[in-house]
C-alpha cells in the first residue's frame, strides 16, 4: 500500500474535525488521516486496503464505546478515507449524478484539495480511456473456440437465441465451469483480448 509522507508545513496547518456520528473519540483531517483520542493520548489510525475493490483506502470506526465487548461485535461503521474527507471538508454533494474525483488520479490521495465533485459523465470522458471497457457479447462454438457471432447486449444475444438474458450473462460471467449453457454455446465478454477468433 501507498502511502503518503506529508511536509512539516502540511502537517503545522493541518485541520482535524470530530466524525460526529461516531462514539465520540474519532476525527478526519483535511490530509486524509484519522485518529481516535484515547483518555490520555491520541492514536493516528492506519487504513487499509481491500483486495477485492478498488484501490481506496478504508477505515473500521466504531460508533459505541463498551470496550468489554469483543471487536467484532461491536457496532461499527466501515467508512472510505475520501469520503469521510468529502463529507467534513467538501461542499455538499451537488447531486445524485455526482461521484467523487481524485484530481492527481491517486486513489490513496485524500487530502481536501485533491478531491472535487463531478458527474458521472465528467467522469467516463476523463477515464474512459484508461478504464477496460465490455464492448459487447461474442457467441462462441465450444468445439472449435471460434467466435460465429457478436451482440451489442445480453438482451440482444438473449432474442437471438431464444433463451433469458440471465442465461446470457451466466455465461459470461462464468457461472458454471463448461460456460456451455442451454443454446450449446459459450457466451463471454467482448474485451478485445480474448483467445477467441472469428470463424
Known amino acids: 500500500m501507498n502511502t503518503l509522507s506529508f511536509s512539516k508545513e502540511e502537517l503545522d496547518q493541518e485541520i482535524w474535525k470530530l466524525i460526529t456520528w461516531s462514539n465520540g473519540t474519532y476525527y478526519i483531517s483535511n490530509l486524509g488521516r484519522v485518529k481516535k483520542k484515547y483518555k490520555n493520548y491520541e492514536r493516528i489510525l492506519k487504513p487499509y486496503l481491500k483486495t477485492n475493490k478498488r484501490k481506496y483506502l478504508y477505515i473500521k470506526i466504531f460508533l459505541d464505546n463498551n470496550t468489554k465487548i469483543q471487536n467484532n461485535k461491536r457496532k461499527y461503521k466501515q467508512k472510505m478515507i475520501h469520503q469521510l474527507v468529502a463529507e467534513f471538508f467538501l461542499p455538499v454533494k451537488p447531486g445524485i449524478d455526482y461521484v467523487l474525483f481524485h484530481k492527481n488520479g491517486v486513489l490513496t490521495d485524500n487530502r481536501d ?14 477515464t474512459g480511456g484508461k478504464t477496460k471497457r465490455v464492448k459487447g457479447i461474442l457467441k462462441i462454438d ?3 473456440n471460434k467466435i460465429i457471432n457478436y ?10 437465441n431464444y433463451c433469458s438474458y440471465q442465461t ?3 455465461s459470461c460471467n462464468r457461472k458454471n465451469k463448461k460456460r456451455i449453457n442451454c443454446t450449446g454455446f459459450i457466451f463471454a465478454w467482448d474485451t478485445g483480448n480474448q483467445k477467441y477468433k472469428w470463424s
Do not use: M, Q, V
Not at 116 to 122: D, G, H, R, S, V
Not at 151 to 160: D, I, M, P
Open 168 to 170: 446470457i450473462l451466466d
Open 151 to 160: 451482440y451489442k447486449t445480453s438482451r440482444e444475444a438473449g432474442k437471438a
Open 113 to 126: 484539495f485533491n478531491l472535487t465533485w463531478i458527474t458521472k459523465k465528467e467522469l467516463g470522458r476523463i
Open 142 to 144: 465450444p468445439k472449435t
